[in-house]
């Protein structure tokens, strides 16, 4: 099947779809349960970015709720490039994807018992990666500290890229309602963790900060790589425990994920963060960034 160029294509269990005819059972337990785990990767000149690392994280996730994955990565590689090709994106202006990979416990009777869903869902959606405008980059975005606390790592642990996304979407939707780009979340201590589809970091004196793993947060891999890249330009980025008063108070502040790359956050609460600009360590870690993922196929992929 071939879908008109620059659409949306999905990978369904091995058979590719169009938006319209991609569907699954009402009895998968991803429907029913929320249960399964997922990975949001976005193409760099056609390739999917950090495939390894994203295949690795989806691993962690499956094993921490106990899912079987039943491909390899070289058999997910091919699905994600069969899709990218059906919906006509292959790289290049306007054509590179943002691919969201699923697996789900699969169809099975109305139980909790694992047992009744021997196989596995697992879908790969393909779209057009919708860039945000450079404006946003250059101006910086609000965010508000919202009153849905992250959960508890011993309830649903954030570590988990789970399908059961209801603690994100709250935090969104409160974000949503004060106007603001981006929720912030604290954690069960009152500490701050993430944001409803970010990680959060600051800048004070020089030093990049960000919320330690064990504040109950996902291990965002552009957070990841931005302890590499710091460390490869002399720019201290490590974690801390941060509260409100750190973020108020920072020289600067920034959110990071795979679709949205870094952004600074220019006002929290609608308080300005420091001369409410972005700041020059959000910018340069921008651009280092920007220049490794475009530096060649050993960038985007391997590290
Ligand atoms: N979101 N924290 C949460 C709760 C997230 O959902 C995400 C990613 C991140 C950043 O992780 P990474 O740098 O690996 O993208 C942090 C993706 C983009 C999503 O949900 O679609």
């Known amino acids: 099947m ?79 490039a069969d899709t990218q090709r059906a919906a006509g994106l292959t790289g290049g202006e306007d054509r590179e994807a943002y691919i969201r990979i699923l697996v789900t416990r699969g169809i099975g009777a109305l139980s909790y018992d694992p047992a009744v869903t021997p196989h596995p869902s697992v879908v790969v959606i393909v779209k057009p990666h919708v ?64 944001c409803s589809t970010s990680n959060l970091f600051i800048v004070k004196n020089g030093q990049v900060l960000t919320p330690p793993l064990e504040a109950g947060l996902l291990p965002g891999l552009t957070r990841g790589l931005l302890f590499e890249i710091g460390a490869a330009r002399g720019i201290s980025v490590r974690e801390a425990t941060l509260l409100d008063a750190d973020l108020f108070g920072a020289d600067e502040a920034f959110l990071t994920s795979t679709t949205r790359e870094i952004v600074p956050i220019v006002r929290v609460d609608d308080r300005p963060i420091a001369s409410g600009a972005p700041g020059p360590v959000a910018l340069a870690l921008l651009e280092a960034f920007r220049e490794q993922v475009h530096s060649g196929p050993r960038a985007a992929n391997q590290l």
């Open 2 to 80: 071939v879908v008109s160029a620059a659409n949306a294509a999905v990978n369904v269990n091995g058979q590719l779809f169009d938006r319209e005819h991609a569907v699954i059972s009402v009895f998968d337990h991803g429907f029913l349960y929320g249960e399964g785990v997922y990975e949001t990767l976005r193409t760099y000149n056609g390739r999917p970015f950090l495939f390894d690392r994203h295949m690795h994280r989806l691993r962690t996730s499956a094993r921490m709720i106990a899912l079987p994955i039943p491909l390899t990565d070289a058999e997910f590689s091919t699905r994600c």
């Open 131 to 194: 860039q945000l405008p450079e404006s946003v980059y250059r101006s910086g975005v609000s965010a508000a500290i919202v009153s849905i606390v992250r959960n508890h790592p011993e309830t649903v642990n954030p570590r988990i890229k789970s399908n059961n996304l209801l603690n994100c979407a709250l935090a969104a939707q409160e974000a949503v309602r004060r106007d603001a780009f981006e929720g912030i979340m604290r954690n069960h201590r009152g500490e701050l963790a993430e």
